[in-house]
C-alpha cells in the first residue's frame, strides 16, 4: 500500500466516522440555524462535524495544515494539508433531503492528492488517490465513456444561480444532452466518477467545494476543470465542469463559453 493509499485509507474512516454527527441532527429539530455573510446557512452540526474531523486529522497528521469551510485556516498551505466541506449541501440537509455530502481532501503544496466524498445518508463513501484508483465502498468504480453531446446525461448545478449570471448561456444549457436535470452539490460530481451520469456543470463554489473531488473524478478517468478548461487550484474561481471523457468536456466547454 502506497503512502497515498494509507492516507485515503485513514480519510475514509475519518469521514465515516464523523458521518455520525449529521445524522444525529437529520431530520430532526433544534439545529440552531444562522446564516454566514453571504447569506447561505450553517447549523450546529456543520460546526461540530468539522471540529470532529479537525480534530481526528490534527491526531493523525499534526504536522499538516487543515483548511475547512467554517473554521478557516489553521497551520500552513504550503506542504501537506487538508481541506474539509463538513457538510456539503447544508439547505439539503435543513429540508430533510438525503443528496447532502461531506468533503475532505488532501492537498500537497495546494495540489489535490487525496479526495473523499462521504454521502452520510447514503451510507456511500468515494474514495479517489491521485494516479491511482477510484472507489465506491471500496469496490473500483470508473466513468462511462460517452463522447457524443446528444447522448449525454448532463446535470447542471446551481440552476437559479446560473441563470441569474447568464440568461443565455442557461438556456444554452438547458438545451443539451440527451437528458438533463438541475441539481446541487457534490453528489452529481460523485456520479459522474461512478459511471451514472456524463457531465455536471457548476458555479460559485469554493476551493473545499471542488477540490476534493478532483482525485476522485480524474482515478475514475474523467475530467474536471474549471470553464477555461484549466486545472483547479486554491486560486480557482468557482465555476467549474466535470465530464466523463474528453470529447464530451470540450463540448461542454463549447456551450460555456459560446
Known amino acids: 500500500m502506497s503512502g497515498l493509499d494509507e492516507i485515503a485509507r485513514l480519510a475514509a474512516r475519518i469521514a465515516e466516522d464523523a458521518s455520525t454527527i449529521p445524522m444525529e441532527h437529520f431530520r430532526q429539530g433544534g439545529l440552531g440555524i444562522e446564516l454566514k455573510g453571504d447569506e ?21 497528521f499534526p504536522e499538516h495544515g487543515i483548511f475547512g469551510e467554517e473554521f478557516g485556516i489553521s497551520g500552513s498551505l ?5 481541506i474539509i466541506d463538513p457538510i456539503d449541501g447544508t439547505r439539503y440537509f435543513l429540508s430533510g433531503y438525503p443528496g447532502f455530502g461531506m468533503l475532505i481532501g488532501h492537498l500537497q503544496s495546494g495540489v ?27 469496490t473500483p468504480i470508473r466513468v462511462r465513456t460517452t463522447t457524443q453531446l446528444t447522448e449525454a446525461l448532463i446535470f447542471v448545478n446551481e440552476p437559479e444561480r446560473t441563470h441569474a449570471d447568464d440568461p443565455a448561456r442557461f438556456a444554452r444549457l438547458c438545451k443539451i444532452g440527451h437528458t438533463r436535470r438541475m441539481s446541487y452539490d457534490c453528489y452529481p460530481h460523485a456520479m459522474v466518477a461512478a459511471g451514472q451520469i456524463d457531465a455536471v456543470t457548476d458555479m460559485g463554489l469554493e476551493p473545499y467545494d471542488f477540490l476534493p473531488l478532483t482525485p ?16 483547479l487550484d486554491l486560486g480557482s474561481d468557482g465555476r467549474v465542469v466535470t465530464a466523463a471523457t474528453p470529447d464530451l468536456h470540450r463540448a461542454v466547454l463549447e456551450v460555456l463559453n459560446a
Open 40 to 60: 447561505s446557512p450553517v447549523t450546529v452540526a456543520d460546526r461540530a462535524t468539522e471540529e470532529a474531523i479537525r480534530a481526528a486529522l490534527a491526531e493523525a
Open 78 to 82: 504550503d506542504g501537506p494539508a487538508w
Open 216 to 231: 476522485l473524478i480524474e482515478a475514475a478517468g474523467g475530467i474536471i476543470t474549471d470553464w477555461q478548461g484549466r486545472p
Open 112 to 138: 489535490p492528492q487525496v479526495g473523499v466524498v462521504r454521502m452520510p445518508a447514503l451510507n456511500e463513501t468515494y474514495v479517489g488517490v491521485r494516479g491511482g484508483a477510484a472507489t465506491l465502498n471500496g
